[in-house]
């Protein structure tokens, strides 16, 4: 058999020598290779069926945070069992061998291998363990391993492993710690290292840090010993193939139909804005929503660390930075992104996250011309945003004056939306604000929406609700009339408002 070591696999003297393989009923499905196998069969208990799409906002159906929450119904003498067989399983293959296979021909080679090593160890399993045991088994050696379930899940939206024994999940907004766990960090490390190969970087001692892509468009950050105290750190934020577009947000009540109908007249204004917020209170999927405004005939040129954005205009051109390699060379930063942008005849530039110096470029460029361009950054709220802006700028090195920094963010960015992932898991747009001007050295705003808080529920989910102001005529409203849409802006600031 390709792949096996010469040394037959020594059975344990308890075992009958004419044990046989128990056989599964059905035919076993062929293991399913990367990128997003199906979940393994149920050992014992069934998986929970995966809840919808959408994030839930309820906090009183998430499980306690201290009870890991069981993905696979995985008991711990089953993780006995695994480990046994698998080094049996390593022991007997030419793991060499069997990365020349493909992965269809090697998955059916470790099947035969590990249905052969439960029969001679005589290891009592259900059919459904082995199954399960099998799938597993599969994932280790060809996938992610204990990542793999949590992958092929769609309501997951980031998985969070801290060294072996500790994976955690965010689902619903919520941080959920699993029953899900590796051999040990030596094995994590593997996955690790298996992940960022296939974007041709290395994780090892000498590059501890890395950032790469899941094939399915995930993003990853790792982190390895000796930086990461407790073995390494996964860090991934699960790409979501159906993205959230406005409606869904109003139905999570992230904003009221109000509220996005003054985000429309927003986006299709090509008003320059800002998205500020939080890690993972959702800038980006904002960001995606927003672009969906454009006009179809616009030519829209989109820079990214990694590409989330799914713009549905056909003039559109995306662009990703690059790491360096393991040389060190070939950066090329998302500066340069941007200050190449602006020679291929944009007409809006849209920026996944603005974190350094690149501020300056798209400041300009929403300056001169490309009026509608956006771009998200961290910041707790909209003044803070305008703060993080000045700062990033004089980081650069620009050797600016501050009040000609402020002046020129005034010149640039119209609005800023503030999202926010509120203590309950919810995620909401908290504040539209305009940028008005400068008054002596001071940047002056006005928020047009806010959401107001009222407490919370008896479930402990947060009320609240989004109202207008009273501003009844935004800075941009000549824009809204030069569009014919100052009617719509009026009609929604005023249903708001009551
Ligand atoms: N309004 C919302 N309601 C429910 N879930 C949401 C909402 N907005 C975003 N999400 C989900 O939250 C997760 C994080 O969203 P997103 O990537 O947009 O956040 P982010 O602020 O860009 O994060 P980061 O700071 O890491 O870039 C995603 O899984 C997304 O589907
Ligand atoms: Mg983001």
């Known amino acids: 058999m390709f792949g096996r070591r010469t040394a037959p696999i020594e059975a344990p003297s308890a075992a009958p020598a004419d044990a046989k393989p128990r056989r599964t009923a059905a035919a ?6 990367k990128p997003a196998p199906k979940a393994a069969k149920p050992a014992k208990k069934a998986v929970p069926a995966a809840p919808p799409r959408v994030a839930k906002t309820s906090s009183s159906e998430q499980a ?5 929450v069981e993905i696979g119904g995985r008991s711990d003498e089953y993780f006995q069992t695994k480990t046994t067989i698998f080094n049996a399983l390593i022991d007997t293959i030419d793991l060499s061998q069997l990365a020349q296979l493909d992965t269809e021909s090697a998955a059916e080679e470790i099947r035969d ?24 088994i599969c994932n280790d050696v060809l996938g992610y391993g204990p990542l793999e379930p949590l992958l092929a899940r769609d309501d997951i939206a980031d998985i969070m492993v801290n060294g072996s024994s500790r994976v955690f999940i965010e689902v619903g ?17 593997n996955i690790c290292q298996r992940i960022v190969s296939q974007v041709g970087r290395r994780v090892d001692e000498a590059s501890p840090i890395c950032d790469a ?5 995930s993003r990853v950050n790792v982190i390895a010993p000796p930086l990461a105290i407790d073995g390494a750190a996964l860090t991934i934020r699960k790409f ?26 927003v986006g299709c204004c090509r008003i320059n804005t800002l998205i500020s917020g939080g890690t993972g209170s959702g800038k980006t999927t904002l960001l995606n929503c927003m672009t969906g405004y454009i006009e179809h005939d616009e030519r829209v040129i989109t820079c990214e660390d990694a590409a989330e954005l799914q713009l549905q205009q056909p003039h559109v051109v995306r662009l990703e930075t690059r790491p360096p390699n393991l040389e060190g060379q070939g950066e090329v930063t998302m500066r340069d992104l941007v200050k190449n942008c602006l020679r291929m005849r944009p007409e809006r530039i849209i920026v996944g996250e603005v974190r350094g110096p690149e501020a300056f470029d798209l400041l300009q460029a929403m300056n001169t011309g490309h009026d509608g361009s956006m771009g998200t950054l961290h910041a707790n709220s909209p003044r803070e945003a305008l703060q993080r802006v000045e700062s990033m700028i004089t980081m650069g090195g620009y050797n600016l004056p501050s009040k000609t920094i402020r002046e020129m963010i005034v010149g640039s960015i119209d609005v800023i939306i503030q999202a926010a992932r509120l203590r309950d898991g919810s995620r909401r747009i908290t504040h539209v604000t305009e940028v008005l001007g400068t008054e002596g050295d001071t940047i002056i705003t006005q928020d047009l929406f806010i959401y107001d808080m009222d407490g919370e529920d ?5 009320a609240g609700r989004h109202r207008s102001t009273g501003i009844a005529r935004p800075a941009f409203w000549d824009r809204a009339r030069y569009y014919g849409r100052e009617a719509e802006l009026a009609e929604a600031l005023d249903a708001a408002a009551e």
């Open 64 to 68: 306690p945070t201290s009870q890991p």
């Open 28 to 33: 076993a499905p062929k293991a399913a290779p």
């Open 113 to 136: 291998i590990v249905n052969e090593i439960i029969s001679i160890k005589n290891v009592q399993m259900s059919i459904a363990e082995q199954e399960a045991l099998l799938q597993d």
């Open 173 to 189: 907004g919520k941080i959920q710690l699993t029953n899900v766990r590796f051999r040990d960090n030596s094995q994590l490390m």
């Open 213 to 217: 892509r899941l094939p399915d468009g």
């Open 240 to 265: 979501k193939k159906d993205k959230l577009r406005m409606d869904d947000l109003i139905n999570f009540g992230s904003i009221s139909p109000e509220g996005a109908k003054v985000l429309e007249i």
């Open 458 to 462: 008896a479930e402990g989910n947060i």
